[in-house]
């Protein structure tokens, strides 16, 4: 997606096989940050990181949410565990294979999108994004951190 593109709806599901819609992940926030990632990328998991900073900074405006690529549902889940990722990461499995890369054809991670409450996106998803995320928190919304 291009920044102004519109997020498509989804439907996907944590490691404990809980639906999340685009909605319930906003859980009242300004935005979302969506990653895109699989648990045995080198790079994804090195991002987490930033992840953590970003949600310990801003996270009262931002609900992050990883969005598995991953085809195999025990390695994704133990990933999970492992990192202590405390947002939203949900994924097509253990059912669907490839439906969140097919989705957003996307075959690469780590990707980002950052979206507004509209689901519109603020920022065209690319990759090692965080330092504009980062950068255009503290513009946004006035920050100093």
């Not at 998991?45 to 991953?70: C, M, P, T």
Request: proline fraction near 2%.
């Amino acid at each position: 997606m291009q920044k102004g593109e519109f997020a498509t709806s989804f439907n996907w599901f944590d490691v404990n096989g809980v639906a999340y819609d685009f909605k319930s992940v906003l859980n009242g926030k300004k935005y979302v940050l969506v990653v895109f990632w699989s648990s045995d990328c080198e790079s994804c998991r090195y991002e987490i990181k930033f992840a953590k900073n970003i949600e310990q900074r801003y996270g009262d405006k931002v609900s992050i949410v990883y969005l598995s690529i991953d085809t195999d549902f025990q390695k994704w889940k133990q990933a999970v565990e492992e990192e202590k990722m405390t947002w939203y990461n949900l994924s097509g499995l253990p059912n669907s294979k490839k439906t969140v890369a097919e989705n957003y054809y996307t075959d690469y991670a780590p990707e980002f999108l950052l979206l507004d409450t509209e689901g519109k996106s603020l920022i065209p998803n690319s990759r090692h994004l965080f330092f504009e995320i980062d950068s255009f928190f503290k513009n946004e919304l006035n920050l100093s951190k």
